[in-house]
């Protein structure tokens, strides 16, 4: 019950930017720009219709996917906190970026690089920080239990790195993305089963 009562609500809230969306629509190109460089260039377009309204939905479906499959990985099991923290990653960045971008679309000035890696960096440290408590389906996988602390140090002190690093040149928050990557799939390879 309370994991259909939080889709309920993540799900409102992912869609309730429309509100805005709709209320612009007039005023939107009809080719908006939706994907940025690290200069903040647009280099990928979306149709008004289907950004307005199509992204949305599909947000939705990508939110109940994501929902199933946590409750399946919990088996019927109280949500770990990790799972919570999870489960409103897309609705945060859905009620952030969907109006940043009709905002610049409208001729407002927004700088999308330092948004998004403030909004991941954030997902990081969160995530690293909640990831121990997770059990899930893997459990019994010794080695997975290993990882999970490690991992979890990796995201949480990279993602500080992450948020700092937006003061700095953009190449920095990408080298900083690739290293927090590599050190998860290193951390992964050499951990101790968890006995």
Same mark, same amino acid.
């Given at each position: ?34 994907? &940025? ?7 990928? &377009? ?65 700088? &999308? ?71 998860? &799939? ?10």
């Amino acid at each position: 019950m309370k994991t259909i009562k939080q889709l309920i609500i993540s799900g409102l809230i992912i869609l309730a930017p429309m509100i805005y969306g709709v209320s612009v629509y007039s005023e939107l190109p009809t080719k908006m720009a939706t994907h &940025f460089g690290i200069d903040n260039t647009p280099n990928g &377009f979306m149709s008004r219709s289907f950004f307005i309204f199509g992204l949305p939905l599909l947000m939705l479906l990508v939110q109940i996917l994501c929902t199933y499959t946590m409750v399946y990985a919990a088996k019927n099991k109280p949500a770990s906190r990790f799972q919570e923290v999870v489960a409103w990653v897309i609705p945060v960045f859905t009620v952030i970026l969907y109006p940043a971008t009709i905002l610049y679309n409208l001729g407002n000035e927004i700088d &999308f690089w330092r948004l998004t890696v403030t909004i991941v960096s954030l997902v990081f440290i969160i995530t690293g920080n909640y990831l121990p408590t997770f059990n899930g389906e893997r459990k019994q996988d010794k080695r997975w239990r290993g990882a999970q602390f490690p991992v979890g140090r990796v995201l949480f002190y990279g993602g500080i790195l992450l948020l700092i690093s937006i003061f700095f040149n953009p190449i920095l928050s990408v080298v900083l993305i690739a290293a927090i990557i590599i050190g998860i &799939f290193a951390v992964m390879l050499i951990a101790k089963p968890h006995k």
